[in-house]
């Protein structure tokens, strides 16, 4: 339940805070005063599309907060606590969710759920399961099969669900089974041709069988092989200069640190300075021989005949080199080609059975479809039988007392994600005619009592938090607006129900009256809203019956629609 909507600078609404709370809230006002933005406000904090446009001119946003009743435990608790939103207890389990929706001049849109920002999808999602908005359009909606097989399976309820879903289920199983099936036949000759293919790429890897990382030691060590000479050669050279066995002019290294190190310490007993120094010189001793031995070692490693294994290597590298052309580019990706390429091939291999055994699967979906739809079929005509019936007393309770509506369940030339039927609503003016689809055969006025018998029948059924209605009394008036305004009240007593309307007998039957009064200023118009009762009260239904607020008949009148309304 709503229990409040402040609105700022939206439209040519200035700012206003509309109290609602359960029962029947009625919203009036002059014409261009802004009685629809209540409604495009409501649609706004609920998540409908932005426009910088509705922002009023002048301001640089507009902004809409909306307060609801919601049970403290429950789906839509749980949503905002997961999304990060708070909700504030307010006993009784209940608790009191706050939706934001600012939109900029500049069209830029923010959400805010239960104190935390949220996407506009998340608004949206909360409002399917906070309200039921209903206007013009929603009457026209009423004629499309769609909505009318919503509305049937709506007010059938499990008898229809379950079956609904287990329809859903096996039909869209077949549906997956019809599309894997058919792709494979048609796409058997590429399918073979890839299958052939694969044989041909796995045999030749399995030949060459490559190791992962080997192309990277295969190219060091055929660099190493490739320059052995160069090698050798400067290994010998830096071995004879660190420390070298032949005599000549110029002594190894090694040497040259022994004979510093014995002149130092020859001197070194004169001057305690000189003991670290002579200390340093042993260890650069101890490791440059070190070096020699290492260059010795390595000297030793290399191997002179390195040309038989240089051209194996080659050889190699080269049968790695096709493998990554043909399917890497490194050797890594052939690697994992070869392992992802053996379960293709066995998938592909397998698609006679595969085929074979789609078609059997296939053969027992859609006879499950077939039987499940027929039960849809059966739940539905006879959930038909009784929506008529009770649709059809609304009816003659809304002024329509020769009015029936007829629900038809056909068949359908094939099976539809949603059965076998085609749902029709036609409506049989009186007894005299025959019955015509919505579509073709009801005006803008039988149109919304239709509609409002419909949702009065599904409200007792399956409940619905909120319904708004904008102009829901179009092209009604008289009596009939007086039963429309008596069935709104009687829904009201399920459901909290808000009416934009411009017919006085409507309002009547409001427990909570709202006007948008209209304030001229230069080029600006400002409106704002003001909750009525009393003497304001009647002075306002007198105004939407005779257009004067002061008019004596018109008083008259609006206490006596009061007076009706109040006796029921």
Known sequence: MINEISIRDLGVIDDAVLPLGAGFTAVTGETGAGKTMVVQALGLVLGARADSGTVRSGSKQASVEGRWLVPAQGDIATRVQDAGGDLDPQGDDLAELILLRTVSSEGRSRAVVGGRGAPAS???????????????????????????????????????????????????????????????????????????????????????????????????????????????????????????????????????????????????????ALAPIVDSLASAGFLVAEVSTQLSSYLASLDADSAAELDSIQQRR???????????????????????????????????????????????????????????????????????????????ALAMPTARLVIEVSPRDELSASGADAITFLLQPHGGSAPRPLAKGASGGELSRVMLAIEVVLAATDPVPTFVFDEVDAGIGGAAAIEIGRRLALLAKTSQVIVVTHLAQVAAFATNHLTVVKDSSGAVTASSVTQ?????????????????????????????????????
């Open 318 to 396: 080269a049968s790695l080199a096709v493998l990554a052309r043909k399917y890497g580019p490194e050797l890594a990706d052939v690697i994992r080609f070869g392992e992802s390429a053996g379960p293709r091939l066995l998938e592909l291999d397998n698609d006679s059975d595969r085929i074979e055994q789609l078609g059997a699967e296939l053969e027992d979906l859609d006879a499950q479809s077939v039987a499940l739809a027929a039960e849809l079929t059966a739940a539905r005509t006879e959930a038909a039988v009784e929506l008529s019936a009770r649709v059809t007393d609304e009816l003659a």
């Open 122 to 272: 998340l608004l949206a999602e909360l409002g399917e399961h906070l309200i039921v908005v209903h206007g013009q359009s929603d009457q026209m909606r009423l004629t499309s099969s769609t909505e009318q097989r919503a509305a049937l399976d709506r007010f059938a309820g499990e008898a229809v669900a379950g079956v609904a879903a287990r329809y859903a289920d096996a039909f869209g199983r077949a549906r997956a089974a019809r599309a894997e099936l058919s792709r494979l036949v048609d796409e058997r000759d590429e399918r073979a041709r890839e299958a052939d293919g694969l044989r041909v790429a796995l045999a030749e890897i399995a030949e060459v069988d490559p190791i992962d990382g080997e192309d990277v030691e295969l190219a060091e060590r055929a660099e190493k092989l490739t320059n052995l000479e160069d090698l050798r050669l400067a290994a010998e050279e830096s071995r004879d200069l660190v420390s070298s066995e032949a005599i000549d002019s110029h002594p190894d290294i090694i040497g040259l640190l022994d004979s510093a190190r014995r002149q130092l310490e020859r001197v070194a007993p004169h001057d305690a």
């Open 532 to 568: 009525l009762d009393g003497d304001a009260r009647a002075a306002e239904m007198a105004r939407l019956l005779s257009g004067l607020p002061d008019s004596k008949s018109g008083l008259e009148h609006a206490r006596e629609l009061l007076d009706l309304a109040a006796a029921g």
